[in-house]
């Protein structure tokens, strides 16, 4: 039988699953969501209408989806510069997302932050710009339910890169030591930025590195939503019921490039590498499932275009949102200021 | 666990106050630890940038984190966390988020630690935005400071200590202090002959030499902010266009706070006319502060060099 | 690799030239790797700290290490290795040893990188001793200083960069200019009217300002520093005293640099007559840098800023 | 056939075992010598002419010997705030080392410095009160050995509370990626200052950490002279010959305190554990084994007479050394200056 699609067409943070299992069309759905976003802001840096620098999630949509799927509500999130895909996976607002890295008034930070959002709606504290910065911030988060026993996990997405920067090490101590509910997402991508990880590392898998922490871990595809999620899954369920952390090291890939500022990147991966990754598509994968368990081709198409005029409304919301009155740089330095 | 053994005290019974408050640090009383469980009272690795991003996690989402950092040094270790995180977060999201946190530390005394741990560097906080920043000049107002520090909710808290208080302290007084507001000076004493502004350590020399020069007949006015971010500018600058002469003092470099405060004064109307030059400082100098007591003795603002200097402006004019 | 392109033709002449330069980032150029060999140009995992330990290291024991920390805000990350150690080290020793290396990085251009990584965070290191602390003001200068930088042997120094100068780049003056020494400002142009000095990015706006103004007659003191450790006083004081009025023009909030600046100057015997109050700042306002580009317009130092305030204060007096 | 007692009695860095081995004799010398230094700076600093904090070695002078005797004079060497051991096993200048933990003019470091010294002559370059950070500095020692094709390694000495901090698990990472010759000995003593390590590591051995970057790990006994030595030459000939670093990790005991200012520390540590690791004294240890290969008994008192005389006559210099010119404070602050 054909899993129907929901009534409602926004993405928001997905329901606990029932039965530990994964809502497939609503997977699909928010990835769909994701590539069809990314490529069109991509579209509209080059355009000049988005600010700033932009890190498409290309190719790793699997990983945000399958991961938010099965958190809920009250769970806090850590993103990075390369957030729009969490963000979205979260179910943050497209609009105010759009309006944000447009730096427009109505963007989900008034146009202060660009790519690095937060969202106190959606329990996103904050996507840094500093890699492996913002793990020690997501276990604070995981302090505060340990202190309050109110059963939320924190989880923070990063990079492999971000495994060589020390405050993440801290992290992975303090975080068994302290038996935090926190659960890293690492998204290994072969590359950071220009360098790829073998130039780097002894071996690319960081999941030796937590294992050394003694830190439960995770090894999966990362193309492969129905993996992350069920590695996920498994690993909130251990949190929650007050277990201590978990790593999840998920391989993947992106399928265009690092970053591009105004101009459309000139980053060239080898043809062979790409490819492989190419035929790998989580997008395809996951209607391949989908379509093997049944599902309408129509359905699926649907969720496309249907994705492709939220993108389109979103950049026409943003287009049209004001630019910041030029007074409010100087406000919300903190608390209580003006 | 503090230098001012009494801040602990304070710290103690905030603790039982606030359920939210948490205690993180390398080392901690085994006695809050039963009290309070291990939840709250949180002995860490020795990661201090972890342990202030984390504490930055906990005050975003509900907590309010005392990191004891333990020496102002380790500060440095933990610039990333503090400056381009903690202090950026609740205008990065446009005020959504905010990071009520405390950073204790001791700065110097006369410990021969050595060019690494003897630092006072508040005054690199005073140029990056979204810290406060307070260094208390006398045992009480550190405990009435703490208080506020950790009740507050507007963002994250610097409170420098500078060992040597605890020489002073009345510790019944200090217990009871109640919390003080950030951005308000203390007026040691009152006088004309000229703005004496004292941090932190230099605080009790400064009053010394009040004390000296008022025998002389010499009343000077002088001036503790207790806090450096927010800067209780208007009564430094009302003084000054009141007495028309300057002295910094402070048992730091004159390129950290004193810089910073002069800039600051500058900046509002009439008070260069006012000084017309007449500004003395009382400082460490721009180099490392070096172990052997014996060059670490011209570091200090002693009660000699502050009267020398309020003489020196005295009589220029 | 740096943000100003011709900076790296630089380095690989000097590559070529010492064999002891070596050099460190977390991205290298590919034809480097080929033509020194991994040991010398070595790609490092996202771990600036160490890379600036290692670098000590490495100075310590004979190289001549140069590190791209990419972004200004990255220093953050390693204050600790940059102000307790690498800045420390020739003290603590008494002179023993020193840490001849070089760290790269750019501060702001307009590229909307908000308030994390648009930051001019010089300021601080006037206030940490041991380190030098050069910010130029063209791409000349940059070459010229980074030159003197990668062949200096006294110590840790830190060459800040303003993406934009590469907009006013003439490439082939860039590439040909000889090292230049540490503490020698330079004279943009010459007038009696005011003294303007302008810092990095903001030397490009106070020229013009200066172009502008002489149409109109009035003709300013235009003085870039190029390096603020060692700040070239004589040059900044001998004008202030002549011209009596001071515009301080930054890209960075007043609080770093030119607090600073305004502090060591009002030092020197005269000044703060000769000034009188006559003292204007054009520079960011005393919170993070917004990625909107309308929000950020007020964090430029522009000609049209730059003329008003000379304006202000001639019509001052 | 008892080891003679070598003719000049001063404290130098050993020569290259000839034949891998360790010299017995002149191990012992060198531990007595530190074990005396040590007792005599306690009663210094409570007699106020140590000025600074005292962080004394007894109990752990295994780890510096075993260490120091596999060395070369052209290798290079990190230490920590607790470095004198390590300092007189490198052969540091005793009568200088005296006069600077006393703040004098004839100090290592002219009295500016304290314990926190540093000595070209023996190629010891810091002595950091920062936990961990000294470590990439020893890499970068490492890095000119490396490009100069020296045959010189280096070596950092740190307790396991170092693994905490996030710079030394980078160091990890790039010493590994970078084969450096660089050999990292923790002295894994059980405490960090007043925090007992179990309380803030999920094991207490680190080893796991190391073995997570994939550097080659040695676990020994560090109590015992000799398998720390083995542990160290072999280390030290696979750095020489270019294939990268070693982890060390000596498991060993402080049998005094972490810390004492002005009065004698009150720090207590528990009456088995302490007994049990003073029964198994470093030097009993190597005491034992001498005495078994049949060095006459008296040969060893002999050495313990002779470093209490060195020691003696060390507090007598550092005592005469004249204060430094005050205006000495005002110098060095980088080459060049006055
Ligand atoms: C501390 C720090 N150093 C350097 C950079 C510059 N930088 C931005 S992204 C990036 C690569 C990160 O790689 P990885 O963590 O694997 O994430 P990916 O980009 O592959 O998703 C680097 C080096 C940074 N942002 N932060
Ligand atoms: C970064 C840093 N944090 C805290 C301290 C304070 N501190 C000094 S020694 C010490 C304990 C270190 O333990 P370990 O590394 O095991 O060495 P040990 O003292 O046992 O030899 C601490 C926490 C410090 N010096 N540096
Ligand atoms: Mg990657
Ligand atoms: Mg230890």
Redesign the pocket.
């Known amino acids: 039988m054909a899993l129907a699609l929901p009534a409602d067409p926004a993405v928001s943070p997905m329901d606990p699953p029932q039965d530990g299992g994964l809502d497939l069309v609503a997977a699909y759905k928010a990835m769909v969501l994701i590539r069809a976003y990314e490529e069109r802001i991509l579209q509209a840096r080059t355009d000049r209408e988005v600010i700033g620098p932009v890190h498409p999630y290309i190719g790793q949509e699997a990983v945000a989806v399958g991961v938010c799927a099965a958190l809920q509500p009250r769970d806090h999130l850590v993103s990075h510069y390369r957030g729009h895909g969490h963000a979205l996976a979260r179910g943050v607002d497209l609009d105010a997302l759009t309006a944000e890295l447009f730096g427009r008034a109505d963007g989900l930070c008034g146009g202060k932050a660009a790519a690095l959002v937060s969202d106190p709606a959606t329990h996103l504290l904050l996507s840094s710009g500093i890699v492996g910065a913002g793990i020690p911030v997501a276990a604070g988060a995981a302090m505060t339910s340990q202190v309050r026993r109110d059963g939320a996990v924190a989880v923070v997405f990063f990079g492999e890169g971000a495994l060589g920067a020390g405050v993440v090490h801290e992290t992975l101590t303090l975080a068994v030591a302290q038996r935090l509910p926190l659960i890293l997402v690492c998204e290994n991508n072969g590359y950071q930025g220009a360098t790829r990880t073998e130039e780097v590392y002894p071996e690319t898998s960081v999941a030796r590195i937590a294992e050394g922490h003694r830190m439960p871990v995770h090894r999966v595809d990362g193309n492969d939503t129905l993996a992350v999620h069920a590695a996920a899954a498994a690993s909130v369920a251990v949190a929650r019921a007050g277990q201590g952390p978990a790593f999840i090291e998920a391989s993947t890939y992106l399928t265009r490039f690092h970053l591009q500022f105004d101009r459309p990147s000139g980053e060239r991966r080898p043809a062979e590498e790409l490819d492989g990754w190419l035929a790998r598509d989580p997008l395809d994968a996951l209607r391949g499932h989908l379509l093997a368990a049944g599902t309408a081709p129509d359905l699926l198409d649907a969720l496309h275009s249907e994705a492709e005029r939220r993108v389109e409304a979103a950049v026409a919301f943003a287009r049209t949102s004001p630019w910041p009155a030029p007074e409010l740089a100087l406000t919300n330095l903190w608390a209580g200021t003006p | 666990m503090n230098e001012l053994a009494v801040l602990d005290l304070v710290l103690e019974q905030e603790l039982d106050r606030n359920p939210d408050l948490v205690f993180l640090a390398?080392?901690t009383p085994p006695s809050w630890r039963t009290r309070f469980g291990a939840e709250r009272v949180r002995t860490c690795p020795?990661s201090?940038p972890a342990m202030v991003g984390a504490a930055l996690g906990a005050a975003m989402t509900g907590l309010r984190p005392v990191v004891d950092l333990?020496?102002a040094s380790?500060a440095f270790?933990v610039m990333d966390q503090l400056v381009n995180h903690a202090a950026r977060i609740h205008y990065l999201s446009d005020g959504s988020y905010r990071a009520p946190m405390v950073l204790t530390s001791a700065t110097r005394g006369p410990q021969q630690l050595g060019p690494q741990?003897e630092q006072c560097p508040y005054g690199v906080f005073m140029q990056t935005p979204g810290v406060r920043v307070a260094v208390p000049g006398s045992a009480t107002d550190a405990c009435a400071l703490l208080r506020t520090a950790v009740r507050d909710e507007q963002g994250p808290v610097l409170l420098f200590i500078a060992p040597g208080l605890a020489d002073h302290c009345d510790l019944r007084a200090a217990l009871a202090a109640e919390p003080q507001p950030f951005g308000v000076a203390h007026r040691v004493r009152e006088g004309d002959a000229a703005t004496v502004v004292a941090i932190g350590s230099a605080v009790h020399a400064a009053t010394r030499a009040g004390d000296e020069l008022a025998a002389e007949g010499v009343h000077v006015e002088l001036l503790d902010p207790r806090t450096l971010v927010p800067l209780d500018l208007p009564a430094l600058a009302a003084s000054v266009l009141r007495t028309g002469r300057l002295v910094l003092v402070d048992d730091g470099p004159r390129s950290g706070a004193p810089a910073q405060i002069l800039a600051a004064l500058l900046d509002v109307p009439g008070v260069a006319l006012a000084l017309g030059g007449r500004i003395a400082h009382v400082s460490a100098p721009e180099v490392p502060v070096p172990s052997s007591p014996v060059l670490e003795a011209q570091y200090w603002a002693t009660p000699e060099r502050v009267t020398a200097a309020v003489r020196r402006l005295t009589a220029a004019a």
């Open positions: 390398t080392s020795i201090e333990n020496r380790f270790l741990n």
